[in-house]
């Protein structure tokens, strides 16, 4: 943290702080999210094991079926989602077609490493990318409040619950209209529990949520963005087609500097260019530091606390990438574009 910044007290096992909302300690000063979260660590190998078991399963029973595509992939040129990538064209050699979001700020180095690992592995990509006037406004009023619900703050700022939130309408709805059966995302395992590793898409919560995003957004900007989520029609017209999500890094091994080196064989090269947590993008240390503010702990520090209690990560990382100051020159990057 910065030197004139008195950094609360923090989880002596993993790197939440006193300010996370609901946390208690023991006399030992391990948070009750740790003690929680024993037994559920104790079963990890059996159930990642029967995680990639039922992928297996689900893959071959995709494969059988004549189709262009086989998944769509949630693609932001990160360190995640690329090797995400490229364990399902090496292990299942699925045939992807990779979406990216351009929200106006990714990275020119992800976009390098983009078009690096989409050639290198053979996938098709598709760049979406909606009008300034349109993102604009979204960021602005994210920058500045909260309009969505308190448990979404637990894991993610209110710009980049904005931006996920879209983003995985556009898989969903891209998904539905080409008869992809399956829609990957490259979370973390510390973002994505075992349990959440593969799921049924399921069209009530889908509905219920946009329905949600809209209500939380003010009436014009609500409007902007409804012609990137659902249209009501489709929940009828979609009704038995509606695919799978999977996370396969919820359950299969995961190592930063393993990833970084794999990805360095295909061209991946990690950006100079972004913050500490993030791989692809130039609004993240602005986002980070209106959470911050805000809310009074690190948007990621949900995160960076799981992969630490996993073995992951050690406890000085992630102090490391959670209580490092935000680049100034950074903040001020997004900040301007966005008054």
Same mark, same amino acid.
């Given at each position: 943290?910065?030197?004139?910044?008195?950094?609360?007290?923090?989880?002596?096992?993993?790197?939440?702080?006193?300010?996370?909302?609901?946390?208690?300690?023991?006399?030992?000063?391990?948070?009750?999210?740790?003690?929680?979260?024993?037994?559920?660590?104790?079963?990890?190998?059996?159930?990642?094991?029967?995680?990639?078991?039922?992928?297996?399963?689900?893959?071959?029973?995709?494969?059988?079926?004549?189709?262009?595509?086989?998944?769509?992939?949630?693609?932001?040129?990160?360190?995640?989602?690329?090797?995400?990538?490229?364990?399902?064209?090496?292990?299942?050699?699925?045939?992807?077609?990779?979406?990216?979001?351009?929200?106006?700020?990714?990275?020119?180095?992800?976009?390098?490493?983009?078009?690096?690992?989409?050639?290198?592995?053979?996938?098709?990509?598709?760049?979406?990318?909606?009008?300034?006037?349109?993102?604009?406004?979204?960021?602005?009023?994210?920058?500045?409040?909260?309009?969505?619900?308190?448990?979404?703050?637990?894991?993610?700022?209110?710009?980049?619950?904005?931006?996920?939130?879209?983003?995985?309408?556009?898989?969903?709805?891209?998904?539905?209209?080409?008869?992809?059966?399956?829609?990957?995302? /490259?979370?973390?395992?510390? @973002? =994505? &529990?075992?349990?959440?590793?593969?799921?049924?898409? *399921?069209?009530? #919560?889908?509905?219920?949520?946009?329905?949600?995003?809209?209500?939380?957004?003010?009436?014009?900007?609500?409007?902007?963005?409804?012609?990137?989520?659902?249209?009501?029609?489709?929940?009828?017209?979609?009704?038995?087609?509606?695919?799978?999500?999977?996370?396969?890094?919820?359950?299969?091994?995961?190592?930063?500097?393993?990833?970084?080196?794999?990805? /360095?064989?295909?061209?991946? @090269? =990690? &950006?100079?260019?972004?913050?500490?947590?993030?791989? *692809?993008?130039? #609004?993240?240390?602005?986002?980070?530091?209106?959470?911050?503010?805000?809310?009074?702990?690190?948007?990621?520090?949900?995160?960076?606390?799981?992969?630490?209690?996993?073995?992951?990560?050690?406890?000085?990382?992630?102090?490391?990438?959670?209580?490092?100051?935000?680049?100034?020159?950074?903040?001020?990057?997004?900040?301007?574009?966005?008054?």
């Amino acid at each position: 943290m910065p030197e004139n910044t008195i950094q609360p007290k923090l989880c002596q096992k993993c790197v939440l702080p006193e300010t996370f909302p609901g946390i208690k300690f023991d006399a030992a000063g391990v948070c009750s999210y740790c003690q929680k979260d024993e037994k559920t660590i104790e079963k990890a190998p059996v159930r990642k094991a029967q995680y990639r078991q039922r992928l297996d399963q689900l893959v071959k029973e995709t494969q059988a079926e004549a189709r262009t595509y086989d998944a769509i992939m949630a693609y932001s040129g990160g360190k995640d989602s690329s090797y995400t990538l490229k364990l399902l064209r090496d292990r299942y050699d699925l045939r992807i077609a990779a979406l990216t979001f351009d929200n106006h700020f990714v990275s020119p180095a992800a976009y390098d490493n983009i078009k690096k690992v989409c050639d290198a592995l053979h996938v098709d990509h598709i760049i979406f990318k909606p009008p300034w006037s349109v993102i604009k406004p979204l960021f602005a009023l994210t920058a500045q409040t909260d309009p969505f619900a308190a448990p979404t703050l637990l894991r993610a700022s209110s710009i980049c619950t904005a931006c996920i939130g879209l983003v995985k309408s556009l898989v969903l709805k891209t998904a539905l209209e080409m008869s992809i059966p399956l829609v990957a995302f /490259g979370w973390s395992p510390g @973002q =994505a &529990p075992i349990q959440s590793g593969i799921m049924k898409t *399921n069209p009530r #919560l889908i509905r219920m949520n946009q329905s949600a995003l809209k209500k939380a957004l003010p009436v014009e900007i609500a409007a902007s963005i409804t012609p990137y989520l659902l249209p009501d029609q489709y929940y009828e017209k979609y009704d038995h087609k509606f695919p799978h999500n999977i996370h396969p890094l919820a359950f299969f091994d995961y190592d930063e500097t393993a990833i970084k080196e794999e990805l /360095g064989t295909i061209g991946w @090269q =990690a &950006p100079s260019d972004t913050d500490t947590n993030s791989s *692809n993008c130039l #609004l993240n240390a602005y986002a980070n530091q209106c959470h911050i503010k805000r809310c009074s702990f690190h948007p990621y520090v949900w995160e960076i606390a799981n992969l630490v209690r996993q073995g992951v990560m050690t406890r000085n990382e992630g102090i490391e990438k959670i209580y490092t100051e935000q680049n100034a020159e950074m903040v001020r990057y997004a900040q301007t574009r966005l008054t």
